[in-house]
């Protein structure tokens, strides 16, 4: 984050490319409830800036997504794609 004086028409912050911010799975919305589903394969997809409110020189690395597997009570990660909203179809 790029500090402004006090009055600054604009505020410039974010991270380096490459780099994140990790979060405890325990937060608010970071649960996806799928009793009931039928076992199979499933993307997960997570878009960033979906509606484009941001302006962004790129939108082209804004999903991610990771191939699940559901069977009973067992969740297997088969693929992470963090650069595709696409993951194994």
């Given amino acids: 984050m790029r500090a402004q004086a006090a009055g600054a028409r604009s505020v410039s912050q ?9 979060y405890v799975p325990e937060k608010e919305g ?4 799928v009793t009931g589903l039928p076992p199979g394969r499933y993307v997960l997809v997570h878009r960033a800036n979906p509606d484009r409110t941001l302006r962004e020189r790129s939108y082209a690395n804004n ?3 990771v191939l ?3 069977r009973g009570t067992e969740v297997a990660v088969l693929a992470r ?4 909203g696409t993951c194994g179809t």
């Avoid at 974010?14 to 990790?22: L, M």
């Avoid at 970071?30 to 409830?33: G, K, N, Y």
């Fill in 81 to 84: 794609c963090p650069d595709s």
């Fill in 14 to 22: 974010g991270i380096s490319p490459g780099f994140g911010d990790d």
């Fill in 68 to 70: 699940i597997r559901l």
């Fill in 63 to 65: 999903a991610a997504s």
């Fill in 30 to 33: 970071q649960s996806i409830d």
